[in-house]
């Protein structure tokens, strides 16, 4: 099965070049990490 059709939602980065795909990635990570810390933390 296709990766874009196991989600609702995905996020695609054309880029050619292996470092700032790994940052892009790194950067996407973090940011979803924030996201899931705040809503853990008003659910205390």
Do not use: G, W, Y
């Amino acid at each position: 099965m296709a990766p874009n059709k196991m989600s609702d939602d995905n996020m695609h980065a054309p880029i050619n070049d292996m470092q700032i795909a790994e940052d892009i990635h790194l950067t996407f990570n973090h940011m979803m990490m924030s996201i899931f810390h705040r809503i853990v933390v008003n659910k205390k």
